[in-house]
T-cell receptor, first 112, second 114 residues
């Protein structure tokens, strides 16, 4: 199964940018990079996803390395509500399983 | 708002007593997933339905079964719950199983086994 590696935890100050790294050295050409986050006692929530190009949406930006072996989720201005576990996930094509395989995730804490 | 609904949010059952967890969706998505999440761990896929086709993960215990009577509803049946089955159970949906598609998760049902 395609695997991701993330730091166990990170800290940020409120209103500052946060860069959450993810390594996925075994990624193949058809695997998509997805990020989800999970707040305490809630189901995971979609954040962003991409294949090769950098992506932006209202929640975050995703920067994908040129060789695709790593990516970085960027929260432009952290708020207290962004404190959560952030999962970097590789999603393989359906004929190879197609499932979300969650890694260990990074627990982000945000200090006021 | 279109959403994924799980009932109940908390379920208490007795060791060995069958229990059913339910999930419904108003998104009209073709794929429905069940995940198990134990304390301080990441979610782990148990199985999924793509339309009426059931797909079981290789390491999902036989104790866990699922039913999808129609597009909107999907059930997780635990035939004889053990203490190790206490966990959060998450239902998710996606429009189709392509890797570019987003999964939408429900709030989860926390199962306690006494």
């Amino acid at each position: 199964d395609a695997k991701t590696t993330q730091p166990n935890s990170m800290e940020s100050n409120e209103e500052e940018p946060v860069h959450l790294p993810c390594n996925h050295s075994t990624i193949s050409g058809t695997d998509y990079i997805h990020w989800y986050r999970q707040l305490p006692s809630q189901g995971p929530e979609y954040v962003i996803h991409g294949l090769t190009s950098n992506v932006n949406n209202r929640m975050a930006s995703l920067a994908i390395a040129e060789d695709r072996k790593s990516s970085t989720l960027i929260l432009h201005r952290a708020t207290l509500r962004d404190a959560a576990v952030y999962y970097c996930i590789l999603r393989v094509p359906y004929n190879q399983g197609g499932k979300l395989i969650f890694g260990q995730g990074t627990e982000l804490s945000v200090k006021p | 708002d279109a959403m994924v609904i799980q009932n109940p949010r908390y379920q208490v059952t007795q060791f060995g007593k069958p229990v059913t967890l339910s999930c419904s969706q108003t998104l009209n998505h073709n794929v429905m997933y069940w995940y198990q999440q134990k304390s301080s761990q990441a979610p782990k896929l148990l199985f999924h339905y793509y339309d009426k086709d059931f797909n079981n993960e290789a390491d999902t215990p036989d104790n866990f079964q699922s039913r999808r009577p129609n597009t909107s509803f999907c059930f997780l049946d635990i035939r004889s719950p053990g203490l190790g089955d206490a966990a959060m159970y998450l239902c998710a949906t996606s429009r189709d199983p392509r890797p570019s598609e987003t999964q939408y998760f429900g709030p989860g049902t926390r199962l306690l086994v006494l």
